[in-house]
């Protein structure tokens, strides 16, 4: 048995599997509220839509192992640019029970690094 693929399966699997809600959430009740936090900055609201890929297309096909560490970037990318857009005047706080106020988001973005870093292991589509 090889322990350390299954260790990437198991946080392909995490990362992909959890942050693959907020995508579904993003599908019901859409991304109009993205485009405006993205309109604030004099960009176009339509770049919300790039939260589609990072939010679904990316862990789908991260749970796959296919490209893992090229779907773990665009999820980093997502993560960063979410704090950026929603979390940065919250950074340096805690939350309501005692946690950092930007875990989440920084629990999704420092784990998809780690398969940047890591790859996706044997049991994959692809191994990179």
Do not use: C
């Not at 579904?24 to 839509?49: R, T």
């Not at 990318?77 to 875990?103: C, D, P, R």
């Not at 988001?105 to 398969?115: D, E, K, N, S």
Request: charged share 10%.
């Amino acid at each position: 048995m090889n322990m350390p693929s299954i260790g990437k399966l198991l946080l392909r699997l995490g990362i992909g599997g959890l942050l693959l809600f907020h995508g579904i959430d993003k599908i019901m009740h859409g991304v109009e509220h993205i485009g405006g936090l993205i309109s604030v900055h004099n960009l176009p609201a339509q770049l919300a839509y790039g939260v589609y890929i990072g939010e679904i297309i990316a862990p789908i096909f991260l749970i796959l192992g296919w490209k893992s560490r090229w779907w773990a970037i665009t999820i980093v990318i997502n993560m960063g640019v979410a704090i950026y857009l929603v979390h940065l005047k919250t950074i340096f706080s805690l939350g309501q029970h005692g946690a950092w106020s930007i875990e989440t988001p920084m629990l999704y973005l420092m784990g998809a690094l780690a398969i940047v870093f890591l790859g996706s292991g044997r049991y994959a589509a692809s191994v990179d």
